[in-house]
């Protein structure tokens, strides 16, 4: 077989139970929206945990250990919490249970099947993986972006596979995003967002070297995909670009400060999760920025392997706020890297000149 050919069929049954496991876990966490949303709880970092987070990531995680058992897994989940609080233990396991694909020929892909709450628990905690430059380690994000999630807004289930440090890998599954790649990017997209076929959500994908796609949610069958690539920019003074919801997570002033040097005018897209690289990535919009907003905070992988891979594949460069690649290397975080700015190749070196310009400002 030529080398080219190997390499585009070497991940095919990665992407497959990737997309088939993620669109499965998005079911699940549609339900606990509708039905559950108040079930949370409360983690020592004090960001909100939810049963879906609980149930995606079992479900998740029993896919890749029927189909790849001899994988790490770095999530971000762990049970000691439903261990402690035998009620929401419980409603997660009925989750669980009841959450299956529509087409059983998917469903059997999966494989998988959890036996019991307790198997459930054991499940979850195989995400303690430490990470590193060595291996097949795949990273999960149950729910990124869960304030989105609790409030009806944006939010992704997060997988990527990271073969020796380097994500090969990438799947978003964002069910409040619109299907169509070519509605613009704005404030309160996807509030039509439904049960509906066709209006149900989009899953983003990408394997190293194939380009990056999209394809319509589906409770069975995936759906047929297509090729997505970022939109090119003339005039950057016209780009669209996003930046997160919380305050906490990237500084809303040094974005401002960059977009006014840039000549951007038009007020910035808050939105959660990395449903922002799946949307730059598609050219719904154009600029993903994350700046720092203090010295010691630290990213963690899962929320960025699958959507720095996926907007690499759409043309796009993905750098911290120095201008280096992101290292998914180093363990369960990205620590030698601080804040992260995504753009097309084309103005990326741009945007980074007048990024170190403003935060060097401040030093």
């Not at 997060?158 to 299907?179: E, F, S, T, Y």
């Not at 899953?203 to 796609?213: I, K, M, R, T, Y």
């Amino acid at each position: 077989m030529p080398l080219s050919a190997m390499a585009a069929s070497s991940y095919d049954k990665e992407l497959n139970v990737a997309l088939l496991a993620v669109q499965r876990a998005t079911l699940l966490t549609k339900s606990v929206f509708h039905n559950h949303a108040k079930g949370t709880l409360n983690k020592s970092d004090a960001s909100p945990v939810t049963i879906g987070d609980f149930g995606a990531q079992a479900l998740i995680i029993a896919a890749l250990q029927h189909n790849f058992p001899d994988d790490e897994i770095v999530a971000e989940e762990e049970a000691k919490d439903l261990r402690e609080n035998s009620h929401v233990r419980e409603t997660v396991w009925n989750l669980v249970q009841r959450a299956k694909l529509s087409d059983s020929s998917a469903e059997q892909v999966l494989g998988g099947e959890v036996e019991s709450a307790d198997a459930m628990l054991d499940i979850i905690d195989k995400g303690d993986s430490k990470g590193g430059s060595k291996g097949r380690i795949w990273a999960i994000d149950p729910i990124d972006g869960t304030k989105g999630f609790l409030r009806g807004g944006q939010y992704a289930v997060c997988l990527a596979l990271m073969v020796d440090g380097d994500v090969k890998v990438g799947v978003l599954g964002c069910p409040n995003l619109p299907v169509s790649d070519s509605q613009p990017l704005v404030e309160g997209i996807g509030a039509d967002a439904s049960d509906e076929e066709g209006k149900f959500g989009v899953l983003f994908s990408a394997v190293q070297g194939q380009g990056a796609e999209s394809r319509a949610l589906s409770k069975g069958s995936l759906t047929t995909s297509h090729a997505i690539n970022m939109k090119p920019i003339k005039d950057i003074s016209e780009a669209t670009f996003c930046e997160s919801v919380e305050a906490g997570h990237s500084s809303q002033g040094d974005a401002a400060a960059i977009a006014s040097k840039l000549g951007i005018t038009t007020p910035s897209v808050r939105m959660d999760s990395q449903a922002k690289y799946g949307s730059i990535a598609r050219g719904a919009g154009d600029l993903y920025l994350r700046l720092p907003v203090r010295a010691d905070y630290v990213e963690k992988i899962w929320d960025h392997a699958a959507g720095d891979l996926i907007v690499r594949e759409a043309g796009g460069m993905v750098t911290d706020v120095e201008g280096n690649r992101l290292n998914f290397r180093l363990g369960r975080t990205l620590r030698e890297n601080k804040g992260v700015i995504a753009a097309p190749r084309e103005v990326h070196g741009r945007v980074i000149e007048v990024v170190k310009e403003v935060l060097g400002a401040k030093v």
